[in-house]
């Protein structure tokens, strides 16, 4: 006799839904952050490590995937997935892969939105603050590495 198998349904009795959001984000998480590494090593060593050729091609896919799952499964979109599925791939996994997917995400949002003015300053604002955020953060490190 078999019995099925039901971890979502068991995880969601034993937690909730927000335990069950919070497991599907880390699964993902878990998934992602392996893709990356896994893709970015592969890339690097074929193409070679002079420039972070790794990184570029997980942020472009991890965008191209992100921008294919959200239209495919929106509202508009012909695959109707459960939230936790979303949730799972866009927030966990495309999130662990690479976080430049959500900000591209949001950015195209805000375009197709007609919200130029906040588009372009998200854009400009992250690749500022964030590249200001690295360094500043450098620096401390530099300074409690003495």
């Known amino acids: 006799m078999s019995v099925p198998l039901d971890i979502a349904g068991k995880l969601k009795e034993l937690t909730g839904t ?9 699964l993902g998480s878990a998934i992602g952050g392996s893709a990356r590494y896994g893709l970015s090593g592969v890339v690097a060593n074929w193409i070679g490590a002079t420039f972070p050729w790794g990184t570029l091609v997980v942020n472009i896919s991890g965008c191209f995937i992100i921008g294919i799952f959200n239209t495919l499964t929106g509202p508009d979109g012909p695959l109707l997935v459960p939230t936790n599925i979303r949730i799972f791939v866009m927030v966990g996994m495309c999130g662990g892969y690479t976080t430049f997917s959500s900000f591209s995400l949001e950015s195209l949002n805000l375009m197709r939105n007609g919200e130029w003015l906040a588009a372009g300053g998200y854009v400009m604002a992250s690749a500022i603050f964030c590249l200001l955020g690295v360094g500043l953060g450098h620096i401390a490190g530099m300074l409690l590495n003495r």
């Open 18 to 26: 927000v335990g069950l959001t919070y497991a599907c984000v880390a």
